[in-house]
């Protein structure tokens, strides 16, 4: 497969995040809301709804981070699992990500949630778990931040702000895309647990 699979699902998510913003049917169709999914068997919503963003800067962070690290990710899985299996990774870690609020909010007809962000959370956690001491950069802050320390602390403000609940953010989203990434990961490849240690002990800041 020539061409990049993370890329297909950018040019999908943006294009049907852009047909919801101009049309409110779409998106209540697609957006995650539990009662749904409990009254009306609308399974297809724990899926679709991370195809859809709230505005055009929600759906821009997620799909830059999706392609810079996406893309790594697809190089190091395809050999195992071959481009359908990456695409079965990125959609089962939409559904992973988002069932424990599903559950939590189940007959709440006020809940709804949307966005990727689970998906990419799972996709980042499994290069910070191949590649912990590449720097990440954030926004236009020019100093990188060694990815496993900001895996550390993106996870640390994810449970502190889901534990408050002041926020619009589905933060519980974003803690279990990212351990349902690094635990893909390691079903896959469990040798990359052993790489990860060896890494982790001999820090490269280069």
Do not use: C
């Not at 799909?63 to 690290?69: A, D, V």
């Not at 695409?87 to 939409?94: D, E, G, H």
């Not at 590649?131 to 990815?147: E, H, Q």
């Not at 079903?187 to 790489?195: C, K, L, W």
């Amino acid at each position: 497969m020539t061409l990049s699979i993370t890329l297909i699902l950018i040019v999908v998510t943006g294009l049907v995040s852009w047909a919801a913003f101009n049309n409110p049917k779409l998106l209540e169709r697609l957006i995650l809301w539990p009662p749904a999914i409990d009254r009306r068997k609308q399974y297809d919503r724990l899926v679709t709804h991370g195809f859809i963003h709230a505005d055009f800067g929600h759906l821009l962070f997620n799909m830059i981070t999706l392609y810079f690290f996406g893309s790594q990710i697809e190089r190091l899985f395809l050999p195992y699992i071959g481009w359908i299996g990456f695409v079965l990774f990125y959609l089962s870690a939409i559904v992973v990500a988002i069932l424990p609020t599903y559950l939590r909010h189940r007959h709440d007809a006020q809940y709804r949630s949307l966005g990727a962000s689970g998906a990419v959370s799972a996709v980042l956690f499994a290069f910070i778990l191949v590649d912990p001491w590449s720097k990440i950069y954030i926004f236009l802050i020019p100093i990188g931040i060694p990815a496993v320390v900001f895996g550390a602390l993106y996870i640390g403000y994810s449970i502190w702000m889901d534990k408050r609940g002041s926020d619009n953010v589905n933060h519980s989203a974003h803690l279990w895309g990212a351990g349902y990434g690094v635990l893909f990961t390691l079903v896959m490849e469990p040798r990359v647990a052993a790489v990860f240690v060896n890494r982790l002990l001999s820090p490269s800041f280069g």
